[in-house]
């Protein structure tokens, strides 16, 4: 502490040496002035995508939005329609109003829904879309095996996240390198064309099949899937909305059924006979789905649709009871229709013993149809139970993969082509073939 | 205290909380009181430590204008945040910069984290539990710019120094002060008991509300979960101190042992702490040295509390909902031995909460140690060096158990978890000062130096699930079958600069102040590393003036400044783009580690900067014993570090920038009486008063940034307030509750909305109601933040008798009480849960959901007797006694019908810190009641025993 003023006699002899002390931390500090930050328990795309493990590290995150993806695409795709619904049940599921907003399609820029998910669709599937370029400006300017093959597969992967966004949000921004600034939205017909040059020109470098320990990655199979789905809506994707409507664009119906064609000719997949095999836990051994969400029983890579649906008292560990069906769903299905399995209505049973299922009050569980979905009690709707659950999951993680694209669809893509082009016969045809495989 | 003087322990006390000695703590040096030019505070600590006080944070509370304390909750050893002239910041932290005998110490939390169940975590205690109050002389407040410009880059939310007690030259001395106190709740919620539950259920049931199935939910108890969870608590603590020394060497040496017990089952605080202060001189005071060390060991037992409550609930939220007409306990009809009351085996949603409160095992033992040393140079008569070393260490272990027989821990068949926090600060200052007067008229005192941070933060976790037994709880991790999650992290970060200050007087009427800083840190982008922080400072001793002579004031002062500061409160790297692995994907049926971006890079991050202009007018009258200050201030913020959404596609929705502003003006006043002063009475009584309002100017492209989620169930993103232009942060926003439809259901106001071409607001038209609120049909039902301030103390010693009180006070704050908006529901009993009885008392439907809306939004004005103390003091020769009885929290008058209208919420304290303010991207919340830890009513007794 300095004492203003204040006199000392001065020893002289004691301050050469002492004055040496000034330069301690002097040459402390002299070790290094540098600011620069070299961050060891993160990466930048600088140093990373370098050998094999490390692109194969980076393809697993650029493929892992897909997981979280699915439950954006399930509420926007689907809480929006008849398939599912969301009611309010007494303390749970208002959650601000959005499942309701969502049923009766009376979001807004800023309502609940609006803010939440649908942004979080807009945001998850451009993270998609991001991880992608990242990792392909990362790997210009390196060598890497089978180089060409990740590319194509990266740029696959990147159009599938885009049809994503052109399915939800129309023409959104072309961006192909991991630059952030705003850019103007072009016309989805823009977007649209884009997507076909770059699954066109994929496809060829891609794989027919990958060895099993490899399966789920992208496939020739997997891009001609994504083209004969684009093509059979082209009409929409190429058309233009106005004030009066939709003006269809140009029809695409022999691209579907050639792109479909190149699928079911390409002699990697063939229909399930048994149709509850393709969804189970060991779905990956399925001959038939295409390219799929891939799933692991283990935390946090698992499936826990059912978790969304199902009751409290019907499975371990217990679920949410919120996801429900519309009776006028329900009811659109023939009861000799193998589909109508995947519903649960009337009284219920616990999935994991068998054994009748209670409400929480005692009372026994029967689903049934929604009376005010406002105010639904816990065993009101029709519950959806397409996934089995996984005799093995560990917690809610089920490792059921979902499948995005299988051949089934592709022979359906057809039919609806064909009879887009008048040829009717051809396309009762092709749905018959699935009928008859099916037990 | 001269050498020589026969050291003699005195506890009488002083005159004023806010003392006016002559030599003021004002970073890197000390000034003359006289000659401050800025707004700077000095609390006498030893007068501010009185009831249960475990740190710094609540001395300052309700005795200094302009400076507004939060409790975090009643947990014991709770964080408080601390807002100097209101909050500058959105994201970055609004703490203050933490400054102990020289060396800034981070307020970054030092406990491991925790985890939470079916919810965030609890907030982490305070980091500055570390320092026993005791051990502290006094604590200065650096509240305007010019006060606080030395600290530049880390001072925009104002700076508090920290000067602990050293010894004295004469005979070695000795104190022992002991308290014990006890704790009750200090307030309670008003649920349905057992008798109420059942009747209410049978009513609803008969008139055809609810189903006949739920009188099967009904037992034969009654139990009052709250009592059941709830306890009295002891608090002991001791401290032993013994000091002196010759001129050439003094040393201060203290021991302190505190063991504090929540007022929940379960958890508490026990400290253990050392610290040596000792002072070396030599070659006729050339040569100074001081050395300084603080060890302490923290043994902190947690209960689960969340912090912002969560879907299926902590112990607070099972105490509100579990069934009142169930048991604590009941006999295992297989085994014969009794287990506690739970709805089914396994993995339950709705838990017994006494069994939360006794199964879970949570602890965390945190250690640390702030050591340094000060060598002082004495170059020339005016001319003095001085360098300065310090490490601020502290290592934290932090063990939870889930038992596998617990209805939590059931769902992972027992979830073990360690984690350790770990960091080290290193601080190097060299500084030199020159202070020479010339002629009688002028002096000039120039200080100028440099300093260096290092600071690296470690992080570890490992977690085990699938325990065959309960055995081992967190003590052995491989005893699980599971182990899902291995966790390691590094941060560093370096600050450097240099700053200089000087002080010029003339004829000690004339003050002018000038400082500048130049500071570099390592978080931000690569051209934009350094920053310059000026600030200049006036002040006119009006009183001394000739034409004064014969005012009536004994002292008249005007003072002036203007400063610009810094915030570098970011994460570091955060200006770079960062990949990491964690979100992995399945090839084949196996995992593969996946790397992906988790950060959008933003190259031209820079520090936030605001700018303050203040001025203040200081008088006293009677020798100063009636003294006056009041102040105001305008504090601009720009170049806010905001998370901001981005144009996609990019990694992730937000970035860092540095965009909007945002705007603090003030008033402060504050005075202080010394009323009566004779050889038999002294009392004095001083009042402070505050006011500030906060504006959020602008935020960039975004009209607005939701804040405050909403907790409980069926709340999935629910917002209660809006940061928005325009509005101060703490804003509420939503629907206004109208009533109820015949069904019961609620209606709200629903809008029409009037909008310009850009999309703005410029009108709206009610239409009628709304059972969903849409976006049109919320808006501003509220503001958190008060009107204004007040703390006012009184003193009294006469004869041997003394007696102190402290009262504080906010007016005009509102509050989400968003435990009554999710408890105050009947429709709880649909799942047999309990709810508060004021909602028997509104219209809405036993089959509603909890919406929320301005039906939940309360005012929060209160005011506190924090503390009333009064004691007795003997002599016996040398030595002294004072005994003393203190309660602390005695009585809240307030209409907040929850636990109690201080709360708050979120994390302020974040991942790591540039050796000062805690650095994070929490955003403050004010004004939300999750429910959080129930404050303590104490009454204590202690002594004070010295020879």
């Known amino acids: 502490m300095k004492k203003p003023g204040s006199r000392f006699s001065v020893r002289a002899a004691g301050r050469g040496p002492l004055t040496l002390l000034l330069l301690l931390p002097v040459l402390a500090v002299s070790q290094g002035c540098s600011l620069d930050e070299n961050p060891v328990s993160v990466i930048t795309p600088d140093n990373f995508f370098q050998n094999e493990e490390e692109v194969l590290a980076g393809l697993a995150g650029a493929y892992a939005p897909l997981r979280a993806l699915m439950e954006d695409f399930l509420i926007m795709g689907e809480a929006t329609t008849d398939e599912i619904i969301v009611p309010t049940r007494g303390q749970d599921w208002f959650d601000n109003g959005r499942w309701i907003e969502l049923y009766q399609h009376t979001w807004t820029a800023n309502s609940p829904a609006g803010l939440d998910d649908t942004n979080s669709a807009w945001e998850g599937f451009f993270g998609g879309v991001t991880d992608a370029n990242i990792m392909l400006s990362g790997l210009e300017g390196v060598t890497v095996a089978d180089q060409e093959i990740i590319v194509a597969e990266l740029r696959t992967l990147r159009a599938l996240y885009y049809y994503s966004l052109m399915d939800l949000?129309?023409?959104?921004?072309?961006?192909?390198?991991?630059?952030?600034?705003?850019?103007?939205?072009?016309?989805?017909?823009?977007?649209?064309?884009?997507?076909?040059?770059?699954?066109?020109?994929?496809?060829?470098?891609?794989?027919?099949?990958?060895?099993?320990?490899?399966?789920?990655?992208?496939?020739?199979?997997?891009?001609?899937?994504?083209?004969?789905?684009?093509?059979?809506?082209?009409?929409?994707?190429?058309?233009?909305?106005?004030?009066?409507?939709?003006?269809?664009?140009?029809?695409?119906?022999?691209?579907?059924?050639?792109?479909?064609e190149r699928v079911i000719n390409s002699g990697v997949y063939s229909l399930a006979t048994d149709w509850v095999s393709i969804f189970t836990a060991d779905n990956h051994l399925s001959p038939e789905p295409i390219l799929v969400v891939k799933h692991l029983n283990q935390s946090g890579l698992g499936w826990n649709f059912n978790m969304r649906t199902l009751h409290y008292n019907q499975i371990s560990p217990s679920p949410w009871n919120g996801w429900s069906t519309l009776a006028e769903t329900y009811n659109k299905f023939d009861q000799d229709d193998l589909r109508e399995d995947i519903f649960l209505v009337g009284p219920q049973v616990n999935l994991d013993t068998g054994e009748p299922v209670d409400e929480r009050g005692g009372a026994p569980l029967v689903y049934g149809d929604i009376n005010d979905i406002f105010q639904a009690n816990e065993s009101e709707g029709i519950r959806i139970y397409k996934w089995p659950a996984d005799a093995d999951r560990v917690q809610t993680d089920n490792s059921n993969d979902v499948a995005l694209y299988r051949l089934a669809e592709m022979y359906l893509i057809q039919a609806e082509a064909l009879n887009e082009l008048g040829n009717t016969a051809a396309a009762v045809d092709l749905v018959n073939i699935i009928r008859d495989e099916r037990t | 205290m001269t050498a020589g003087e026969t050291a003699t322990v005195d506890f009488s006390l002083q005159i004023q909380a806010v003392v006016m000695e002559d030599l003021v703590a004002t970073g890197?040096?000390?000034?003359?009181?006289?000659?401050?030019?800025?707004?700077?505070?000095?609390?006498?600590?030893?007068?501010?430590?009185?009831?249960?006080?475990?740190?710094?944070?609540?001395?300052?509370?309700?005795?200094?204008?302009?400076?507004?304390?939060?409790?975090?909750?009643?947990e014991p050893g709770s964080g408080q945040q601390i807002r100097i002239r209101g909050g500058n910041s959105i994201n970055a932290s609004s703490s203050p910069l933490y400054v102990i005998d020289g060396i800034a110490v981070s307020n970054a939390q030092?406990?491991?984290?925790?985890?939470?169940?079916?919810?965030?975590?609890?907030?982490?205690?305070?980091?500055?539990?570390?320092?026993?109050?005791?051990?502290?002389?006094?604590?200065?407040?650096?509240?305007?710019?010019?006060a606080t410009a030395i600290y530049g880059s880390r001072a925009s939310n104002g700076v508090v120094l920290i000067t602990t007690k050293k010894g004295a030259p004469g005979d070695v001395s000795m104190e022992f002060n002991a308290y014990v106190a006890g704790g009750s709740a200090a307030n309670s919620l008003d649920v349905l008991n057992g008798n109420e539950y059942r009747q209410f259920v049978q009513d609803q049931v008969s008139a055809g509300n609810l189903d006949p199935s739920r009188l099967a939910g009904l037992g034969t108890a009654n139990t009052d979960w709250e009592n059941e969870v709830t306890r009295s608590s002891l608090t002991q603590n001791y401290d032993l101190v013994f000091s002196g020394g010759i001129q050439a060497a003094r040393f201060r040496a203290s021991l302190n042992?505190?063991?504090?017990?929540?007022?929940?089952?379960?958890?508490?605080?026990?400290?253990?702490?050392?610290?040596?202060?000792?002072?070396?001189?030599?070659?006729?005071?050339?040569?100074?040295?001081?050395?300084?060390?603080?060890?302490?060991?923290?043994?902190?037992?947690?209960?689960?509390?969340?912090?912002?409550?969560?879907?299926?609930?902590?112990?607070?939220?099972?105490?509100?909902?579990?069934?009142?007409?169930?048991?604590?306990?009941?006999?295992?009809?297989?085994?014969?031995?009794?287990?506690?009351?739970?709805?089914?085996?396994?993995?339950?949603?709705?838990?017994?909460?006494?069994?939360?409160?006794?199964?879970?095992?949570?602890e965390a033992s945190t250690s640390r140690t702030l050591a340094s040393l000060n060598i002082g140079l004495n170059l020339l008569p005016s001319l003095t060096a001085q360098l300065v070393g310090g490490v601020d260490r502290s290592g934290s272990n932090r063990r939870t158990y889930l038992p596998r027989e617990s209805a939590i821990g059931a769902e992972w068949e027992g979830r073990a978890l360690q984690q350790e926090r770990d960091r080290t600060d290193i601080t190097f200052q060299g500084t030199l000062n020159w202070d020479q007067s010339f002629g009688e008229d002028h002096r000039l005192d120039v200080v100028g130096g440099f300093e260096t941070l290092d600071s690296d933060l470690?992080?570890?976790?490992?977690?085990?699930?699938?325990?065959?037994?309960?055995?081992?709880?967190?003590?052995?991790?491989?005893?699980?079958?599971?182990?899902?999650?291995?966790?390691?992290?590094?941060?560093?970060?370096?600050?450097?600069?240099?700053?200089?200050?000087?002080?010029?007087?003339?004829?000690?009427?004339?003050?002018?102040?000038?400082?500048?800083?130049?500071?570099?840190?390592?978080?931000?982008?690569?051209?934009?590393?350094?920053?310059?922080?000026?600030?200049?400072?006036?002040?006119?001793?009006?009183s001394e003036e000739g034409f004064m002579a014969d005012g009536p004031f004994s002292e008249l002062r005007l003072r002036g400044g203007w400063g610009l500061q810094g915030n570098p409160a970011v994460p570091p790297y955060s200006s770079l783009i960062t990949l990491e692995p964690g979100d992995d994907y399945v090839f084949g049926e196996s995992s593969i580690t996946g790397v992906n971006a988790t950060q959008n890079a933003n190259p031209d991050l820079k520090w936030e900067r605001t700018e303050q202009i203040s001025a203040a007018l200081d008088f006293g009258f009677m020798d100063n014993r009636l003294a006056f200050t009041l102040e105001g201030y305008v504090k601009n913020t720009k170049d806010l570090l905001l998370e901001v959404t981005v144009p996609q596609p990019a990694a992730v929705g937000t970035r860092l920038e540095n965009i909007g502003k945002v705007k603090n003006t003030g008033f402060e006043f504050s005075f202080d009486h010394v009323a009566v002063d004779n050889s038999s009475v002294t009392w004095s009584y001083g009042l402070v008063f505050d006011l500030n309002r906060n504006e959020v100017v602008d935020l960039g492209i975004q009209s607005f940034i939701a804040n405050g989620g909403v907790s409980g169930q069926g709340q999935s993103g629910q917002n209660a307030q809006r940061i928005l232009p325009g509005h101060p942060i703490g804003t509420f926003w939503g629907p206004e509750f109208v009533g109820v439809d015949e069904q019961g259901r609620q209606l709200f106001n629903q809008y029409e909305v009037q909008r310009d071409a850009d999309g703005n607001e410029i009108g709206r038209t009610l239409i009628g109601t709304t059972l969903v609120p849409g976006g049109d049909d919320k808006t501003v039902i509220g503001d958190a933040t008060p009107d204004f301030g007040l703390g006012l103390n009184s003193r009294l010693t006469w004869g041997k008798l003394d007696a102190s009180f402290l009262m504080v006070?906010?007016?005009?704050?509102?509050?989400?009480?968003?435990?009554?908006?999710?408890?105050?529901?009947?429709?709880?009993?649909?799942?047999?849960?309990?709810?508060?009885?004021?909602?028997?008392?509104?219209?809405?439907?036993?089959?509603?959901?909890?919406?929320?809306?301005?039906?939940?939004?309360?005012?929060?004005?209160?005011?506190?007797?924090?503390?009333?103390?009064?004691?007795?003091?003997?002599?016996?020769?040398s030595n002294a006694l004072r005994a003393y009885v203190a309660a602390d929290n005695l009585f809240v008058i307030t209409g907040y019908s929850g636990y109690d209208p201080q709360v708050f919420t979120g994390s302020d304290t974040g991942r790591n810190s540039a050796g000062g303010a805690g650095v994070g991207l929490g955003r403050s919340t004010p004004g939300l009641d999750y429910l959080s830890y129930p404050r303590a009513r104490t009454i204590l007794f202690g002594i004070n025993f010295g020879i």
Request: aromatic share 10%.
């Open chain 1, 169 to 260: 949000f129309g023409g959104v921004p072309i961006v192909t390198e991991p630059v952030i600034v705003a850019r103007p939205r072009p016309t989805r017909a823009e977007l649209f064309n884009f997507l076909e040059q770059e699954l066109t020109a994929a496809r060829n470098d891609l794989p027919t099949s990958w060895p099993s320990n490899f399966n789920g990655r992208m496939t020739r199979g997997a891009a001609d899937a994504i083209l004969a789905s684009m093509y059979l809506n082209a009409e929409v994707f190429t058309g233009e909305v106005s004030a009066g409507g939709l003006q269809p664009g140009q029809a695409r119906w022999q691209d579907a059924i050639d792109a479909a």
């Open chain 2, 110 to 146: 030092t406990e491991a984290d925790g985890i939470g169940i079916g919810g965030s975590a609890g907030l982490p205690r305070s980091p500055l539990n570390l320092l026993n109050p005791s051990d502290i002389e006094t604590i200065t407040i650096l509240k305007d710019a010019s």
């Open chain 2, 458 to 542: 470690r992080t570890f976790s490992a977690e085990a699930r699938g325990f065959a037994t309960d055995a081992f709880s967190f003590s052995n991790l491989s005893g699980g079958n599971i182990r899902p999650i291995v966790e390691s992290r590094l941060e560093e970060i370096r600050l450097l600069s240099g700053f200089g200050r000087a002080n010029y007087s003339f004829k000690d009427r004339y003050f002018v102040t000038g400082v500048y800083r130049y500071d570099g840190s390592s978080n931000f982008g690569a051209g934009n590393k350094w920053s310059s922080f000026p600030a200049i400072s006036a002040s006119w001793r009006i």
């Open chain 2, 809 to 877: 006070s906010e007016v005009g704050q509102d509050v989400l009480n968003n435990t009554a908006l999710v408890y105050s529901t009947k429709s709880n009993v649909l799942q047999d849960k309990n709810f508060l009885k004021s909602a028997l008392d509104d219209p809405i439907g036993i089959a509603e959901p909890a919406i929320f809306s301005d039906l939940w939004i309360e005012d929060g004005s209160y005011f506190r007797l924090q503390n009333l103390t009064v004691g007795y003091s003997f002599r016996f020769g």
């Open chain 2, 28 to 74: 890197y040096g000390t000034q003359e009181r006289l000659a401050i030019t800025g707004s700077v505070a000095t609390i006498d600590a030893p007068e501010a430590n009185v009831g249960v006080i475990t740190n710094v944070n609540q001395m300052i509370d309700g005795r200094v204008s302009g400076v507004r304390i939060t409790q975090n909750s009643g």
């Open chain 2, 257 to 362: 042992y505190m063991d504090q017990e929540g007022i929940l089952l379960n958890n508490g605080l026990q400290r253990i702490q050392g610290r040596l202060n000792a002072t070396f001189s030599a070659f006729d005071d050339i040569l100074n040295m001081d050395l300084r060390l603080t060890s302490s060991h923290n043994e902190n037992k947690y209960v689960s509390v969340q912090n912002a409550g969560g879907f299926e609930g902590d112990l607070l939220q099972n105490m509100v909902v579990f069934n009142p007409t169930q048991p604590v306990t009941v006999t295992n009809p297989d085994t014969g031995e009794e287990e506690f009351y739970e709805l089914g085996p396994g993995r339950q949603s709705v838990r017994n909460p006494v069994a939360i409160a006794e199964q879970l095992q949570d």
